[in-house]
């Protein structure tokens, strides 16, 4: 008979080689990102058959035929199916008041005062996301080709901006544009959708790290006299509780 040392040791060795597998299982799944792009959910529907024509038997009046819902069987051009990408693009947000900002034909317009210091805090910016210079002035930013990695893309991309600036009176105008983007050594400078993407992306890091404190919490709603008043009812000691909370508080 085998004695538990060994029935521990061959339990042991299962539940390590399990805890491997799923391990593996894990990894696998969170890899994969094709949830945040494709379309999920069940297909059938393609296979259902086609709709027959309508037979309408004599001394059955119908109403006159109308094309408000007519179903257009012409052939469709692009990309459907799990070859469409269902992101939404990415729309550039200004995080500071005062400041406007517009994205048209792959760049990104941005206006704001002077006194936020935006363009000076861009370089530390870019090296906090690994996107080194390539030259810089007070007038025009370069950068280097850098990996950038987005958790909804299977593969990073490499890619290379300018961004520049002009002082009109207390205000500063700076546009940032791509100078090239390639994944896995295909060009995509000519998919504006793509090129979006990456271009807004950038402008709203760079606004997330520019952003006063005020914007980085979120402001706590002030409950109305009648939440707070359902709140009395549903926890009569609740008094009680905030005054042995402000005294503990008070203790330390």
Not at 20 to 29: E, K, R, Y
């Amino acid at each position: 008979m085998l004695n538990k040392t060994v029935l521990k040791s061959i339990a042991f060795k299962r539940i390590a080689i399990l805890s491997a597998f799923a391990s593996i299982f894990l990894v696998g799944c969170s890899s994969d990102q094709n949830y945040k792009r494709e379309v999920d959910g069940n297909e059938d529907y393609l296979n259902s058959p086609a709709l027959k024509a309508l037979v309408i038997p004599d001394g059955v009046s119908v109403p006159i035929e109308a094309g408000d819902y007519y179903v257009n069987k012409n052939n469709i051009e692009g990309i459907v199916g799990k070859q469409l990408d269902i992101r939404p693009p990415t729309l550039p947000i200004p995080t500071i008041s005062e400041a406007f900002v517009i994205y048209n034909h792959g760049m990104v317009t941005f206006n704001a005062p002077v006194s936020y210091g935006v363009w000076n805090n861009i370089p530390s910016s870019l090296n906090k996301q690994n996107i080194l210079l390539n030259s810089s002035d007070s007038k025009t930013i370069k950068t280097d080709n850098a990996v950038i990695i987005r958790q909804d893309e299977q593969q990073p991309v490499r890619a290379s901006f300018i961004i520049n600036r002009q002082i009109i009176g207390e205000t500063e105008t700076i546009t940032i544009v791509l100078n090239s983007l390639t994944r896995g050594g295909e060009d995509l400078m000519s998919q504006p959708i793509e090129v979006q993407r990456y271009v807004v992306g950038l402008f709203n890091q760079i606004m997330d790290d520019v952003a006063p404190e005020s914007l980085r919490t979120v402001p706590i709603k002030e409950k109305t006299k009648e939440e707070k008043k359902d709140s009395k009812e549903s926890d009569p000691n609740k008094d009680l509780k905030e005054d042995l909370k402000d005294s503990i508080r008070k203790d330390r």
